[in-house]
Nanobody, 116 residues
Framework: QVQLVESGGGLVQPGGSLRLSCAASGFTFSSYAMSWYRQVPGKERELVAGITSTGRTTNYAHSVKGRFTISRDNGKNTVYLQMNSLKPEDTAVYYC?????????WGQGTQVTVSS
């Protein structure tokens, strides 16, 4: 059974940091590209960051470049999103995504709220 379980969300003040984790199981993690998306009510889900299966290549949305870092540990079947210098506009539900060929899996999401 495929599972993607996000954790690490919460309430943080502007300028603070959070580290999201996504633990994967039920598929060959090291063969999948992994991404983090986010969504706020009334808006489409948007790509935040992505990383290739080997971890060699990453990409970021312009709005988070220089503040967020995506990484993965294929030995632990886990992908991370380190979020620094958080802004109120980063408030959203963050989702983990795994993709390979015709397969596309999603986690249940974790809420990140940036507010003073």
């Amino acid at each position: 059974q495929v599972q993607l379980v996000e954790s690490g969300g919460g309430l943080v003040q502007p300028g603070g940091s959070l580290r999201l984790s996504c633990a994967a199981s039920g598929f060959t993690f090291s063969s999948y590209a992994m991404s983090w998306y986010r969504q706020v009510p009334g808006k489409e889900r948007e790509l935040v960051a992505g990383i290739t299966s080997t971890g060699r290549t990453t990409n970021y949305a312009h709005s988070v470049k220089g503040r967020f870092t995506i990484s993965r540990d294929n030995g632990k079947n886990t992908v991370y999103l380190q979020m620094n210098s958080l802004k109120p506009e980063d408030t959203a539900v963050y989702y983990c995504n795994a993709r390979a060929q015709k397969y596309d899996y999603w986690g249940q999401g974790t809420q990140v709220t940036v507010s003073s």
